[in-house]
């Protein structure tokens, strides 16, 4: 069974500081990445991080956020610092199966709130 299991969401004033995790097993993946979703609004991608290591970061958290990937652990982090308001919502941690094009496993999802 595939599964990802988040952790390390929580509430924090602006400015802070947040590290999730993403621990995924059963299966190999290629692109690795979290989501996130805002009360009311559509999901939307955050930074992602294929087997190679390349990255890539939505313009809104480039600079204060940092995505790592430990392949053999299957393990995804997402460190976030100077945490804005707007960085509220659920996280969610995400995978491609080898060869698919798209996000086939998705985690529970872990809240993020940050007060101004």
């Known amino acids: 069974q595939v599964q990802l299991v988040e952790s390390g969401g929580g509430s924090v004033q602006a400015g802070g500081s947040l590290r999730l995790s993403c621990v995924g097993s059963g299966a190999t993946y290629s692109t690795m990445g979290w989501f996130r979703q805002a009360s009311g609004k559509e999901r939307e991608g955050v930074a992602t991080?294929?087997?190679?290591?390349?990255?890539w970061y939505r313009d809104s958290v480039k600079g204060r956020f940092s995505i790592f990937r430990d392949n053999a652990k299957n393990t995804l982090d997402l460190q976030m610092i100077s945490l804005k308001p707007e960085d509220t919502g659920v996280y969610y941690c995400a995978a491609r199966r080898l060869g698919s094009a798209d996000f086939n496993y998705w985690g529970q999802g872990t809240q993020v709130t940050v007060s101004s």
């Open positions: 991080i294929n087997m190679s290591g390349t990255k």
